[in-house]
C-alpha cells in the first residue's frame, strides 16, 4: 500500500497572521486553501492510495469539514485527519502509527510525506518518489542549488566557499518504507532524537542511503507573504481558477 501523509502542523509565525494557519489560506480564483491544492495533488495520482493529513488537534474537525466541502464520497473515503504532534517527527511517528494500527504493516508499504504548503507538487515527483523509496528505501526531493552557498560559523567573516554544484536545496515529498523507517526510528538515542529536523535524517544517522528525486523550482513552500504573490503567479501561469 502507497500512503501520503500531508503535514499540516504549521503555525502561520512567518505569514504575519495568527487567526489561521497558513495551510488554511486561501488561493486563486475559487479561493481554495492551499492544503485543498496539495491534497487534490494526491488524489489525482494513480501511485496513492490512501491519504493521511497530520494536524493540531484544535483543527481536526475544521480540516475534515474543508475535506468534505471539497471532494466528492470516494475521494473522501481515502482520507483520514488526525492529530499531529509537537514536531515534525512527532507528526510523522503519528502517521505511521495510525497506519499500523488501522491497517497493518507489510513489508511493501510506503509513505510519501509532504508538506502540506506545497500545493505545486507534480505527478512526475510523486511517481519517482514511490518507485525509489521501493527500491532504495528512502528517498529525497531536491533542486540544484542555484545561489552560492558561503559557510561562516561565526556568522560575521566567511570560512569557506565549497562548490555550488554539490548543493541542493531541501524539497518534499520524502518517501520510506514504513517499517524500515520506524526500526531506523526506534534506533535513534533521545539525543540524535532532539535534534531531528526529517525522516531522512533517521536515515542518515543510521548510515542508510537516501536516493535524491529531481524536484522542480515551482514546488514551493509557502511560508510569507511573498509566497502567496508568487503563487498567485503560479496559478495564474496554470490557468487555475
Given amino acids: 500500500m502507497n500512503y501520503a501523509g500531508i503535514l499540516a502542523g504549521g503555525k502561520g509565525t512567518r505569514m504575519g497572521i495568527t487567526e489561521r494557519p497558513k495551510q488554511f489560506l486561501r488561493l486563486g480564483a475559487e479561493e481554495k486553501p492551499i492544503i485543498i491544492y496539495t491534497i487534490e495533488a494526491f488524489l489525482t495520482c494513480k501511485d496513492i492510495d490512501r491519504i493521511i493529513i497530520a494536524t493540531p488537534l484544535a483543527w481536526v474537525e475544521y480540516t475534515e469539514v474543508l475535506v468534505y466541502e471539497n471532494f466528492d464520497e470516494e475521494s473522501c473515503s481515502r482520507i483520514t485527519v488526525i492529530q499531529g504532534g509537537k514536531e515534525r517527527s512527532d507528526s510523522l511517528d503519528n502517521i505511521c502509527t495510525y497506519i499500523e494500527d488501522t491497517w497493518g504493516l507489510t513489508d511493501d508499504d510506503i509513505l510519501v510525506s509532504h508538506d502540506a504548503v506545497r500545493p505545486f507538487v507534480t505527478q512526475r515527483i510523486i511517481e519517482e518518489n514511490v518507485r525509489f523509496a521501493r527500491e532504495v528505501g528512502c528517498v529525497d526531493t531536491v533542486v540544484p542549488s542555484t545561489d552560492t552557498i558561503v559557510v561562516s560559523v561565526e556568522g560575521k567573516t566567511i570560512d569557506e566557499i565549497p562548490p555550488r554544484s554539490q548543493f541542493y536545496q531541501g524539497q518534499t515529498p520524502q518517501s520510506f518504507s514504513i517499517k524500515e523507517y520506524l526500526e531506523a526510528y526506534n534506533a535513534l ?51 487555475a481558477k
Fill in 189 to 239: 538515542t533521545d539525543e540524535q532524537k532532539a535534534i531531528l529536523t526529517d525522516a531522512c535524517k533517521v536515515y542518515l544517522f543510521n548510515n542508510k542511503p537516501v536516493h535524491l528525486v529531481m524536484g522542480e523550482y515551482s514546488n514551493i513552500k509557502i511560508t510569507t507573504p511573498y509566497d502567496i504573490h508568487v503563487a498567485e503567479s503560479i496559478l495564474s501561469e496554470r490557468g
